[in-house]
């Protein structure tokens, strides 16, 4: 039910030009200073996720690794993207909050 919970976020990010998304277009964003939370796919190349981590931590932004890319595209309308990139502060963080409650209970069972 949570994992529904990002969907709709994530949709809802989507659909107000909240959202964007490639590794490139992210990156480009991070520099900017205009990402607040970027989203890694868990299936995303090991190359491309250091790469995005490294500019995370470079930036001071906040990252959650979440998801497959073909799961999260589908939600996004976004075709073949593991890379997502949340612009606005508030969907960043109710997203970023929901997103630790699921990988919580997951380490719990």
């Given amino acids: 039910m949570i994992r ?10 989507a659909k107000s030009r909240n959202l964007v998304t490639g590794a490139g277009t992210c990156q480009m964003m991070m520099e ?7 989203i890694v796919t868990e299936d995303i190349a ?10 995370c931590n470079r930036n001071n932004i ?4 979440f998801g497959n890319s073909d799961e999260l595209s589908l939600i996004t309308g976004k075709s073949g993207k593991a890379v997502f990139g949340i612009t606005d502060a508030h ?3 109710i997203i970023g ?7 919580s209970e997951r380490e719990v069972f």
């Fill in 62 to 65: 906040n990252y959650r690794i």
């Fill in 46 to 55: 090991e190359n491309t996720e250091k790469k995005m981590l490294q500019i």
């Fill in 4 to 13: 529904n919970k990002v969907m709709s976020y994530l949709g809802f990010a």
């Fill in 91 to 93: 969907f960043a963080e």
């Fill in 97 to 103: 909050k929901e997103i630790d409650l699921i990988q």
């Fill in 32 to 38: 900017k200073g205009r990402i607040k939370l970027l």
